[in-house]
Structures are given as C-alpha cells and as structure tokens.
C-alpha cells in the first residue's frame, strides 16, 4: 500500500478528522483511508455483493440462503 503525505492541513480539518475517526471507531489513518476511497468512487457504483442480495430479496431467499451474501464475503 502507498504511503501518502498531506502537508499544511488546516488545524481545524485535523480535528475534524480525529472527531469523525472516533465516531467511526477508526484511527486517524483509517478515517482518512475511509475519506479518499469514498471521494474517488464512481458515481452509481453497484457493488456485487449488494447487487447479489437485491436479486436475493427480489426471489424470496432464506435468511440462511441470504447469509451468503453476507458483506464479509465480497469486500472491495
């Protein structure tokens, strides 16, 4: 994974930052990570394992049919 410097942040976009990481629960470095994948998604964007559940609701699966869909599974 690249490493990434981001110098003269704002002290006040710093710890906006640091509050939104420990409402996430996620380290300074986590929260950021979280921030710039979000930013440079594509607009629209399905992912499988969401598009997969969908069409599971749509016919009616079980719950332990749907487990397989579970998040965990298909992380991007």
């Known amino acids: 994974m690249r490493a990434v410097t ?4 704002p002290e006040e976009v710093h710890r906006a930052i640091l509050v939104r990481a420990a409402q996430n ?3 300074l470095q ?3 990570c979280e921030i ?3 930013a440079v998604k594509p607009e629209g ?3 499988l394992g969401d598009l997969l ?5 749509k016919v009616k699966l079980t719950d332990e049919e749907m487990a397989v869909f ?4 298909f992380k991007s």
């Not at 559940?53 to 609701?57: H, L, S």
């Not at 579970?70 to 599974?73: A, E, K, Q, T, Y």
């Open 25 to 27: 629960g996620r380290t």
């Open 53 to 57: 559940a969908d069409i599971g609701r």
């Open 70 to 73: 579970d998040r965990d599974h």
């Open 30 to 32: 986590a929260e950021m």
């Open 45 to 47: 964007r399905v992912k």
């Open 6 to 9: 981001i110098r003269n942040v």
């Open 36 to 38: 710039l994948a979000t």
